[in-house]
Structures are given as C-alpha cells and as structure tokens.
C-alpha cells in the first residue's frame, strides 16, 4: 500500500514522543476554575473566517446540521443538498476538521441525521490557508460538542419540530476528566422524513412535449456516535483515540405520470410509474491521535492516523406502464435496482508549529490517502415472473486513489502589517477498472499527477488603534471528481430521467483573489474574482424524449463577487447580523455539442435579529431573499424566506427551551428553466420547509473553563467528500 511509510513514520512519533515522555519528570498543576460568565455571540467575524456559534441561533430549535449550515452567513444550500460559500460552489464540509467522505447528495443525507445539539460551533472559511486540503472552493467546518472540565459534565437536546411531516433531533453529550484520564461521548438519533412536488414541462425542439408530474416521499432513522479517550503522558504530550460510527437506515418512494404530446399539443401516449427504495448506509471509523508540545514558546508537532470504513447497501423497484390515448397498454418496464458499495479509506497526516522571534511563525506538515472504493451495482429486468441480469446495463466499478501532501507556510506580524503565505503541494495517483462481463468487456484508466497551490495573505492597520484593517489574499484550489462521478452506471430516475457518471472527468481548479476592508469586526466588505477552469457541471442531453444527466468538464467559470457584512448592535437589546452577497457570473463552455455564452448579475440578502427581552427571554427574526441563479444551463428564479424563533432560559439558567417556526410564508419554492440542444424545460418544485419546531437543552455537571486541546482529526480529510 502506497501509505504503508507515512503510517509507519506516524507510528514511530508515537512511540518517540512516549519514550521522550517517560524521562521527564511529571509535575502536576492544580489549574485553577474560572467560571465563565460571558455569552458567546451568535456569530463572530476574525480576520480569515466566521464563526457561527449554534447555541446562539434561536430559530435552530429542532434542527439538524444541514437545516443550520443553510442559516450560517453567506452558505446557500439549494434543495439538491449542493453547498455554496459566498457564491462558491463545491465546498469542502469537515465534521471536526476532517471531511465526511460523502456526494454532495450523501452528505446532505448525513447532515440532516445529525442533531444540531451535537454541533458546537461552525467555522467558515473563504480563502483557506495551506495547512487544509487543497480541495474544495471553500471550507466550512463543524465543530462537535466536547468538554474538558475536570469531573463529570454534559449537556443534552431534545428537538421536534412538524411540517407536513414529523422530525426529532436529540443529543447527549458527556465528558468525564479525573486526572490524567479525559473520556468524553457523543451519542445523536434524528429521525427525517420529507416531501417534494415537482411538476415539470419539458419542450423538444417544438416537435413533442413532456407534462411530468412527480411525487416524492422519504423518511430515515439516523444513529450517530462518538466515543473517546484522551490520556495526558505529561504536561507536555497528550495521546488520544477517537472512536466514531453511524448508521442511516432509510426508504422512499416516488410516484409519477406524465404525458406525451405532439406537435399540436394533442396527448398521444400516458405514462404512470413509480419507484420505491430501501436502503442501508453504515460507517465507522478510528482515529489515533498525538499532541506533542516542544517548548514553552508554543512549539508543537499533532499526528493523527485515521481508518474509515463505508458500506451501503440498497435496493430500487421501478415499474412503468405507458398507454396509448385508447387507453390500451402500449408497453411495460419492470426494473430491480441492486446497489452495494464499499469504501475503504486511509489516512495519515502530521503537522509541526513553531513560533519564532518577532511574532513570526513556521509551519510545515505532511499527509498521505489511500482510498479503495468498490460499486457493484445489478441492473435486473423482468422477463415473465422473474428478473433477469441485464448485463448490457450493469455496472462493476472499481476505483483506489493515493494522495500525497507536503505544505509549507510562513507569518510575519509588524505594528500595522502583517504577511502569511504558503505553498501546497498534493501528487494524485488514480486507477479506475471496470471488470468486464458477458456483455461488457473489460475497461480500466489511470492518471497521475502533481499540482503545486500557492496561498497569499497581506494585511494592514490603517490606524493606530487597529479598527480598520485591509486584507488581500490570493489562493488557489482543486475540486476533484466524486467518486461516483467517474462510474458510467446508468441510474434510471423515471421514465424520462436518466443520472450516470463519466469515468473522463478531469479535475477543475479555483483561482481566486480577495480584497477585504475591516472596521472592528462588526462591518466590513470584500471584492473578489473567481476563475474556474475545467468547471465540473452535470449537462444534460436529450435523447429523444428522455433526459440524461451527466457530469461534464462544462468549460470556464467568471465571477465577480461583492461581499458586505454588518455585525453590531442597533439599539441596546437589538443585535443585527446582515450580509448582502452580489456578483456577476458568466458561463463559458460547451454542452452537447453547443456552445454556451451565459452572463448573470445575481445577488443574495441575509439579515439576522437577535432581541434580548429580557433576563430570560430573547427572541429572533431572520430571513433570506435571493435573485436568479444560474448554474451551466439550467437559470433559478428568485426566492425568500423568513424564520422567527424565541428563547427562555429555565432551570437557574442551565436549561434554555426554543420555540421556532421555518420558512413562515412557505416562500421557498424552487422554479427553474434548463435550455440545451433542441430542448427548453420548466420546472417548479416544492418541499417540506414550512416548519415549527420546539428543543430543550440542558447542561450538567460543572460550568468551568478549562484550556483545551483541540484534536478533533484531521486526517482523513477531503476524500470523504467525494465517495458518491
């Protein structure tokens, strides 16, 4: 295996930096309790990132991780599951500093499992320096609850909340520290269940025409859990082990018809179908970790070695039957869809600080991946009373992926100036092989290669007192295919909707620079241009009545972003938390063999209120409006929303209880039109996001402040982003 060395070398630091330990002698220090008396606000701005405290957003109650990533400043999260930053798209999500190893559409899965009382804090970063993966425009980062406070602590949730239909969120976190021993724990269960409505017109070329009208309806149950124990060798090393694991059982069923018309608008066939799914989706994973500190001055070195295993397994009935405008049945379609998957990931990473004179400071660090996934997916047609392998349509994918990183980055901090830059350099080595059958014969590709992504950072105190502070930064980035993405499977969606991948995808890549002005972090703005080539979109390509969605190196990306925030009290009592995203966009490329020249002027409008009432009672009003969206060929109406939400903290302050209520107007309706080769289509789709919800949090055990260390992993990083 291409990470054997590196998960050696991780191996002997441990074993050095044990024995190094057992020389010293162990001294420990009563720390003395510090109560903590401040309220975090709901949202803090610094110099390279937001951070999104989750306690502190009121209209959370209920909730889960996605439905709270969607109400963070500048995150868009359209109903696909797709995440943007600041109008950036293909954002690297990281669950405590390593990412999820899932699609966009997994991942939304996952998130919406995991209870919003699990989550501590979001961190969101526009430019990311070198020390994170390459991968992604972005990155957003949730933090899980852990506490280090000597004794026995702990908090717990309890969420609900209804819309057309029911859903719970409920977490408990506990943490137990007695001397040189930290264990902590967190255990979550959601239960989901949603709808949507889409109806659809889809015009060929002015020959025929496609009315469709689907219903969709799912429901899951998801476990989540992590467990870990932290042992403190010396007032110097800290080794841990961190157990984590999940499982998402979850069905759904999609029931459709459709007619088809002629060119003189005149039904000429009806097609009813539908479609029901079960499936099974179970993960677990371990990490082994180490916090070496070298000296007083803050020198360290964390290791971190990861394992994570994915297995899914799931199973789709599809049936059709198309009539004739007599009424007589003109054909029929009986479809079994088998679909294992199994992921097996690898990590090993090590990072090293050292600060040096004159509010200096170097760091330097290396990763190695190894990832093997294996899809097995059973096409299986009926013939009579029974289904019968359709070899012709099955698909057998294997895919295994070793990335290899080495980064570098320097900081530099005067009186009014300071400088941080940084280079990345990751070597990527694939190997795709479709084992052939009695129909399919044998298919294999593989690419290797190596890319360097330099980082820049300027900044300067235009005063003395440091209120205004100017920032420029460039970065580079790479978005790399799913691993689904690459398999050619064809996924049969309805009748007249068809998904597969593209095993010639090639990576795209972001270049952007940044201008940001800052006044005492409660407003600032910030200019920025994107430049995206080999831009990764899924096309889609009429193919007589029947449309195929399939991932394309779609061509050039433009974007001019204005960005402005505002964090500041208006009056005494009256927080207010806005940001307003404008930026021009222009589509370069090519689809289906015709060339798209698309320009957009879009924007988005993000307001927050935060009233404190009183002692106890605070409430919240915040909303969302944005302007049309465009995205390869497909342009999205403008939308709204607006969510209120109010607080009160019981039980001497140690219990809070929220009440909610999501998307009021029931405004967030998503209408859209896609334009390709001889095709114009309409489509409106409606989902389950007019909700009121209700939570109960409590804490118990000790309220202290104790220094923390945080090791949450950050190994296994951006290759779970992209197993699906």
């Not at 004794?151 to 209804?162: A, K, L, T, V």
């Not at 097609?271 to 179970?282: C, L």
């Not at 209520?661 to 007019?690: C, H, P, Q, W």
Request: glycine share 8%.
């Amino acid at each position: 295996m291409k990470s054997l060395i590196p998960i050696c070398t991780m191996v002997l630091l441990f074993v050095l930096h044990h024995t190094c330990d057992a020389q010293e002698k162990d001294k420990p220090k009563a720390l003395k309790e510090v109560t903590v008396t401040a309220k975090m606000p709901p949202i803090k701005h610094k110099i390279d990132r937001i951070i999104v405290n989750v306690d502190g957003m009121i209209t959370a109650a209920g909730s889960n991780a996605l439905e709270i990533l969607s109400k963070s400043p500048g995150v868009f999260v359209d109903m696909d599951g797709n995440i943007q930053l600041n109008g950036k798209g293909g954002v690297l999500v990281l669950i405590d500093d390593k990412p999820t190893y899932l699609s966009a559409q997994d991942l939304a899965a996952y998130l919406r499992s995991l209870p919003a009382g699990m989550v501590e804090k979001i961190e969101l970063i526009s430019n990311p320096p070198a020390r994170y993966d390459a991968s992604g425009s972005a990155v957003i980062n949730l933090q899980l609850k852990k506490n280090k406070t000597p004794g026995f602590n702990g908090n717990m949730s309890i969420g609900y909340n209804q819309g057309a239909y029911a859903r719970s969120n409920d977490a408990l976190n506990i943490n137990y520290r007695h001397n040189k021993i930290n264990v902590f724990g967190n255990v979550g269960y959601s239960r989901d269940a949603g709808y949507s409505r889409e109806t659809s017109q889809r015009n060929y070329d002015n020959t025929s025409t496609t009315l469709l009208d689907r219903r969709y309806h799912y429901s899951s149950n998801g476990y989540n859990l992590r467990a870990g124990i932290d042992y403190y060798v010396s007032a110097k090393t800290t080794l841990g082990i961190l157990l984590t694991g999940g499982i998402r059982p979850r069905s759904d069923q999609l029931n459709y018809n459709s007619d088809q018309l002629n060119a003189d608008q005149k039904t000429d066939s009806t097609a009813i179908g539908h479609t029901t799914g079960d499936y099974q989706w179970y993960t677990g994973g371990i990490n082994l970790n180490m916090l070496r500190r070298i000296n007083e001055k803050g020198s360290s070195i964390t290791g971190d070695l990861d394992y994570v295993n994915i297995h899914v397994n799931g199973s789709q009935y599809l049936s059709t039957n198309v009539y004739r405008l007599d009424g007589n049945l003109s054909s029929a379609n009986d479809i079994l869809y088998r679909l294992p998957a199994d992921i097996d990931i690898w990590s090993a990473k090590t990072d090293y600080n050292l600060p040096l004179k004159g509010n200096a400071n170097f760091e330097a660090g290396y990763k190695s991946s190894y990832v093997s996934t294996n899809y097995k997916n059973s096409w299986l047609q009926k013939a009579g009373s029974d289904y019968v392998p359709d070899y012709g349509r099955s698909d057998h994918f294997i895919y295994t992926e070793n990335i290899n990183a080495l980064y570098v980055s320097a900081a530099k901090e005067w009186k009014h100036w300071a400088i941080k830059g940084g280079v990345r350099m990751e070597n990527t080595r694939m190997h795709g092989r479709q084992p052939g059958n009695i129909v399919i014969a044998d298919s294999a590709f593989k690419r290797n290669y190596t890319k360097f992504f330099p980082s820049f950072y300027f900044s300067w105190k235009a005063d003395t007192s440091g209120h205004h502070t100017i920032t420029i930064s460039y970065g580079t980035r790479i978005r790399r295919p799913s691993y689904q993405q690459l398999n050619p499977f064809l996924f049969y969606n309805d009748r007249y909707s068809y998904t597969t991948g593209n095993p010639w995808l090639k990576p795209q890549y972001l270049y952007a620079v940044e201008l940001k002005y800052d006044y005492k972090s409660t407003f600032g703005v910030e200019l920025a241009y994107l430049k995206v080539n080999n831009l990764i979109q899924f096309i889609v390509q009429p193919v007589g009545d029947v449309f195929v969605n399939r991932p394309e190196n779609f061509g050039l990306n433009y974007s001019f972003n204005v960005v402005s925030w505002l964090s500041a009290d208006l009056v005494k009592d009256w927080h207010v938390n806005a940001k307003l995203i404008v930026f021009h966009l222009i589509n370069k490329g090519m689809a289906d063999d015709q060339i798209v020249n698309n320009k957009i002027n879009s924007g988005e409008l993000e307001i927050s209120n935060q009233f404190r009432l009183s002692k106890k009672w605070s409430a919240e009003v915040s909303g969302l409006y944005a302007t049309s969206h465009l995205q390869g060929q497909t342009k999205t109406d403008p939308f709204w929303h607006l969510n209120g939400g109010i607080q009160k903290m019981i039980m001497k302050e140690k219990g809070t209880l929220k009440v909610s209520v999501n998307d009021v107007f029931y405004s967030m309706i998503r209408r859209d039109n896609t334009t390709a080769k001889g095709l114009l289509a309409r489509r409106m789709v409606e989902t389950d996001t007019r909700r009121i919800g209700i939570a109960f949090s409590y804490r118990f055990g000790k309220d202290t402040n104790n220094r923390k260390r945080n090791h949450t992993t950050g190994g296994a990083a951006e290759e779970q982003g992209r197993v699906n």
